[in-house]
Structure formats: C-alpha cells, structure tokens
C-alpha cells in the first residue's frame, strides 16, 4: 500500500520495510553497502556473490606486477552500482585496463605513488558503465 502525504503528517508509524531478498530495513537495521578486498594482480576477475559487496578494495602492489587487466564473466543485475577504489603503492606508475563486462572511458593510469583512485559503475544488465572517476586524492 502507499503511503501519503497525510499519513505521514499523521505522525502514524509503520511497519519496517522487507526488500525482495528478504533483508528487512528499520530505524534499527539501515542498508549499509558493504565492502571487500581484492587482491593485486595482472589479471582481475570480479564475481559478485552476496559477500563480495558493492565496493571493492584494490591495493595496488607492484611486486605483483605493474599493470593489471580487471573484467568480469557475470554482469551482475540492472541497477547494480560497483565502485572500485585503488590505493596505488610507493612505487607508483600503474595502469588499470577495464576488459570484459565493462564499458569504461579508457584506462586508468598512470597512477601517482601513495594516492587513491575511485572509480564506480552501473550494470546495465549486460556490461559494467563507467558514471564517474577521480583523479589521484590523498
């Protein structure tokens, strides 16, 4: 049922609001996005299960490798936001390919030393589109 304008003015209150999967939002129980690390490597491939999170967490290691390739085999559904922050080492100078499931404004590089990158991304249910990058903050 909606709820309108005179009810809220009521000042009535109202049940806790069940999303589709089950999760149950509250004053007492907000949705918090939630977070996960993804190891440094010259190729990436991000999955998206329920503990891998919205945001991942990419800290870049140049032992392992000075570039790095990320993709994707499984888009996640419409509407799904991914944001992707990187912490570039010491070292500095990498560059970051977007390849399979993304649709992105070109590569990210050539990364200052100890500086953050975010970059975020909507599903279209087909390919990962890139709505926005920083540059180098911090």
Same mark, same amino acid.
């Given at each position: 049922?909606?709820?309108?304008?005179?009810?809220? =003015? $009521?000042?009535? +209150?109202?049940? #806790? !609001?069940?999303?589709?999967?089950? *999760? %149950?939002?509250?004053?007492?129980?907000?949705?918090?996005?939630? =977070? $996960?690390?993804? +190891?440094?490597? #010259? !190729?990436?491939?991000?999955?998206? *299960? %329920?503990?891998?999170?919205?945001?991942?967490?990419?800290?870049?290691?140049?032992?392992?490798?000075?570039?790095?390739?990320?993709?994707?085999?499984?888009?996640?559904?419409?509407?799904?936001?991914?944001?992707?922050?990187?912490?570039?080492?010491?070292?500095?100078?990498?560059?970051?390919?977007?390849?399979?499931?993304?649709?992105?404004?070109?590569?990210?590089?050539?990364?200052?030393?100890?500086?953050?990158?975010?970059?975020?991304?909507?599903?279209?249910?087909?390919?990962?589109?890139?709505?926005?990058?920083?540059?180098?903050?911090?």
């Amino acid at each position: 049922d909606a709820v309108t304008t005179d009810q809220i =003015a $009521s000042g009535n +209150t109202y049940d #806790a !609001a069940t999303l589709s999967g089950g *999760t %149950t939002l509250s004053p007492t129980a907000p949705l918090y996005e939630s =977070a $996960s690390t993804v +190891t440094w490597a #010259a !190729a990436i491939s991000l999955t998206f *299960t %329920t503990s891998d999170g919205n945001m991942r967490e990419i800290l870049i290691n140049n032992a392992s490798g000075l570039n790095s390739t990320i993709s994707t085999s499984s888009v996640p559904r419409k509407g799904y936001v991914l944001r992707l922050s990187f912490l570039a080492d010491a070292t500095g100078g990498n560059t970051i390919t977007f390849g399979t499931g993304f649709k992105s404004t070109g590569t990210l590089g050539t990364l200052t030393a100890n500086k953050y990158y975010q970059v975020t991304f909507i599903s279209n249910g087909t390919n990962l589109l890139e709505v926005s990058r920083t540059a180098a903050v911090g």
